[in-house]
């Protein structure tokens, strides 16, 4: 497998097959079916990969293999799905594989959970989200399993690659190249998109030419579809059309959603590469409604660009528009910057209006930006812009936040509780009427699973244990020491929403008046107990607070 022989890996894999099966060795048996499952993945042969981790997980759901090998079968169940673009299977395994971490508490297992997740949220384009769990995953990864630190470095190379943050990009994808993994076909595109194409294209082609881990080479599809996507930049047409017939052959025998709209994307890039606009925008709108089914904003707000080009090309100026304009708008609602700027740019092309400077070529100064208090008013300044809103708590704890990059700042803190007598509380968050009926029920779904043949029936299993874990959460949150119930409205938990809502309710006026930064800062300041300004979550941005009690 490290060394890339697929066919040596095969045989390996089913005599260790073999000699589980003989020797009744379930482990092994579990271990090996995910073995042929990678063999499978990589010769894009979809059907056969999904019948091998299916039999694979049975074993983990009737509890027939131990704690590692269980924790082994969920990670490759949720890889193998994520490498054929099957993406509600991996939500699906990630969400039973968090539940089977919490009820074991095994350490293991937890930041390889965080990764899987960030993949789900990215696919699913909530980038925000998907690069707190990935920067998570990160440090979590690093203590527990340090061996597959690469997988989380990866994965967050890829969500900042998508929210234009090249440089931190760039950062993560050298972190998991120092690891040992090549993070393709992220760093191509990255490269790509920072304006060199040649040193993209022989990124990528490495992948195809020299050996390379199995795994590497595990996200075909999307390895095939950068492949098309660079050849055609720099005008290797014959490189270009080789990943797309065999992408076309790959939809053909698998039938997937992900697998028909990437054919489709790729074959209408080289159609409209090669001068055939009608062609084009007729793939490319088949593309578009997988995408849509899907439910891909990134991948399709990408087609949707492409689409507007033939579009364009074919002569029809007016639906170019609308779809230059639907995919700036999907890019302006994930958050991802550069691509909405990019497309822009295009929107204004033609329209006849001055574009923006590609940021491609990244300033070499960070930007300025001000914060200025006067009574009770705040004046912004930034990106030459300037605007006033009247002062709120909300508006305070941002200038604090400001301050202060990269630095935790309490809720209590910043709510200036922390000297004050405690209001009192909400009561018990479970009276004792409540705890009863709870209690009562996990005996019932206890003696259920009892009689309950988990081998043959290891769906009800997982839904008995899942209802189980949610109860035992629930009494776990309600009940503290020495079985003394837990009162709810704390001072701590008061001040977490008093500071998010005032925060996140400043940072909604601010987008109203300047999106730009509005985004920016939804994008930078983290709410919670603790609160933070991330800063190197985005361009670089040099901020001067200032405060006066007068004019």
Same mark, same amino acid.
């Given at each position: ?87 509600? =299977? ?6 039973? @594989?968090?539940?089977?971490? +919490?009820?074991?508490?095994?350490? $293991? ?20 989200? @998907? ?90 599809? +999307? ?74 904003? $990134?991948?399709? #707000? +990408? ?9 364009? #090309?074919?002569?029809?100026?007016? =639906? ?24 822009? #740019? ?6 006849? =209006? ?56 309490? @809720? ?19 009276? @004792? ?36 874990? #949610? ?48 985004? $920016? ?31």
């Amino acid at each position: 497998m490290a060394e890339g022989d697929l066919d040596a890996q095969e045989h390996h894999a089913r005599r260790a097959l073999e000699l589980a099966r003989r020797y009744g060795e379930r482990n092994v048996e579990a271990l090996a079916l995910v073995d042929l499952s990678h063999v499978s993945t990589t010769r894009g042969e979809s059907q056969a990969t999904l019948d091998l981790i299916r039999r694979a997980t049975s074993m983990a759901l009737g509890g027939e293999i131990d704690l590692f090998a269980t924790g082994m079968v969920f990670c490759n169940a949720i890889w193998a799905c994520r490498c054929r673009g099957e993406w509600r =299977r991996a939500q699906e395994w990630t969400e039973s @594989a968090t539940r089977w971490v +919490n009820r074991q508490q095994v350490e $293991y297992f937890p930041g390889m959970c965080r990764v899987h997740r960030s993949e789900v949220l990215r696919v699913r384009g909530d980038l925000v989200a @998907a690069e707190s769990e990935s920067e998570a995953a990160t440090r979590q990864v690093s203590q527990s399993l340090p061996a597959y630190a690469t997988f989380p470095w990866s994965e967050l190379g890829e969500v900042r690659r998508r929210r234009g943050n090249f440089e931190g990009a760039m950062t993560a994808f050298q972190r998991a190249i120092s690891l040992g993994w090549d993070p393709q076909p992220g760093l191509a595109l990255l490269l790509m998109q920072r304006g060199d194409a040649v040193s993209a294209h022989r990124s990528l082609e490495r992948t195809f030419h020299e050996p390379r881990p199995t795994m590497v080479c595990e996200d075909r599809v +999307n390895l095939l579809v950068a492949r098309a996507t660079i050849a055609v930049e720099v005008n290797e047409r014959e490189i270009a059309e080789s990943a797309v017939a065999e992408l076309t052959d790959m939809s053909k025998r698998n039938n997937t959603p992900w697998d028909n709209a990437a054919a489709a994307h790729a074959r209408g890039l080289l159609h409209l590469a090669n001068g055939e606009s009608h062609q084009a925008v007729e793939q490319l709108t088949r593309a578009r409604r997988w995408w849509i089914e899907l439910n891909t904003p $990134y991948e399709l #707000a +990408n087609t949707c660009v492409l689409l507007a080009k033939a579009l364009q #090309a074919d002569g029809d100026p007016t =639906r170019a528009k609308i779809e230059f304009a639907a995919a700036r708008d999907g890019f302006a609602r994930i958050g991802a910057e550069f691509d909405r700027e990019q497309t822009q #740019a295009l929107l204004d092309k033609i329209d006849g =209006r001055t574009s923006r400077p590609d940021r491609s070529e990244s300033p070499t100064t960070p930007r300025q930006a001000r914060m200025t208090r006067r009574g009770d008013t705040w004046t912004f300044v930034f990106d030459g812009r300037s605007f006033q809103l009247r002062s709120t708590r909300g508006l305070e704890h941002l200038s604090k936040l400001l301050r202060q990059p990269g630095v935790d700042c309490w @809720a209590v803190d910043l709510a200036g509780s922390g000297g004050a007598p405690d209001r009192g509380d909400a009561g018990e968050m479970l009276d @004792a009427t409540a705890r009863e009926t709870y209690r009562r029920r996990a005996e019932e779904l206890r003696s259920e699973l009892a009689d309950l043949d988990s081998a043959s029936d290891p769906v009800n299993a997982e839904r008995i244990r899942t209802e189980l874990d #949610a109860i035992a959460q629930t009494l776990a949150a309600a009940v503290g020491l020495g079985g003394r119930p837990r009162r709810a409205g704390s001072a701590v938990e008061r001040a977490r929403q008093s500071v998010t809502k005032g925060i996140r309710g400043a940072i909604r006026k601010i987008t109203d008046v300047d999106a730009q930064l509005g985004r $920016y800062l939804e994008a930078t300041i983290k709410t919670g107990t603790a609160c933070r300004f991330d800063a190197q979550l985005r361009e670089a941005v040099d901020w001067v607070i200032e405060e006066s009690s007068s004019d």
